[in-house]
């Protein structure tokens, strides 16, 4: 049985404002996928290994399937391009237990 998709990305902001407006216009494209936010940021301390970016974000979406087609969707292709612009990032997907 398939499990669910997890898409956990790590982000270093370089330009803040900027970064607001995407951080305005994700949501809308996530919820399209049926994805929802289980982490958006704050605090974290590195346990072992490196951790490079200062920003952690974990999406939760049906299955890999539905993550992998929001982050190729035509919806999310503006937001990514401006993601793309003013941050740095590391994104992978992983299947998780059902």
Same mark, same amino acid.
């Given at each position: 049985?398939?499990? *669910?998709?997890?898409?956990? /990305?790590?982000? +270093? =902001?370089?330009?803040? @404002?900027?970064?607001? $407006?995407?951080?305005?216009?994700?949501?809308?494209?996530?919820?399209?996928?049926?994805?929802? *936010?289980?982490?958006?940021? /704050?605090?974290? +301390? =590195?346990?072992?290994? @490196?951790?490079?970016? $200062?920003?952690?974000?974990?999406?939760?979406?049906?299955?890999?399937?539905?993550?992998?087609?929001?982050?190729?969707?035509?919806?999310?292709?503006?937001?990514?391009?401006?993601?793309?612009?003013?941050?740095?990032?590391?994104?992978?997907?992983?299947?998780?237990?059902?």
């Amino acid at each position: 049985m398939a499990g *669910y998709g997890y898409i956990i /990305g790590q982000v +270093e =902001v370089q330009d803040l @404002e900027a970064y607001k $407006e995407y951080i305005a216009q994700a949501p809308a494209t996530i919820a399209l996928y049926g994805g929802e *936010y289980l982490v958006r940021g /704050g605090g974290f +301390e =590195v346990l072992e290994g @490196e951790w490079p970016r $200062e920003r952690t974000v974990v999406l939760r979406f049906p299955s890999v399937e539905d993550a992998k087609r929001w982050h190729a969707s035509p919806e999310y292709e503006g937001p990514k391009a401006l993601r793309n612009r003013v941050a740095l990032t590391n994104m992978v997907v992983i299947e998780g237990a059902a």
